[in-house]
């Protein structure tokens, strides 16, 4: 998995094609209700707000920094990825490999970094199958200091 660091996510967003429209979709959505000196809450996301993500989307907690990052809710396109209904579990438990330690880095380090992180990749399934992905994890935070939970897009096509 490739990342792109918060300080290129807006060139990452020019010149958009089918995949990146999704993340960066997202990351419009995330930056329009942040605060200019704070993250946005969990309770102004309203998943309703944007039909057109609502199938890519989903919410993982923190869980209060114990290394641990727990899907929340979810939208089918994560669901058809996992081939499960993810909600409970954690992002390692839920992503097939490789794509599961990738998935942890990039929260791991949205939530460091208090920052959005958009990563992709091309994912071999069981079936033999590639897909080619994108995903943003954008964080979210009830205290405006410490990040706990991530609002996260998803979008793929196969290869």
Known sequence: MSFVSSDHIQDF???LDSERRISCQALQCWTEIKDPDKLPRLDQVNFMDNPELCDNLFTVAT???????VIKNSGSILREICGDDPAGKTVMDVFPRPLDGSVFECCSTSVDAHHPMIGAGVLLLEDD?????????LPLSDDGKDVDHMICAISFRYA
């Open 63 to 69: 869980e209060n920094g114990a290394g641990r990052f």
């Open 13 to 15: 967003c020019r010149g």
């Open 129 to 137: 199958r590639e897909i080619m992905y994108r995903m943003i994890v």
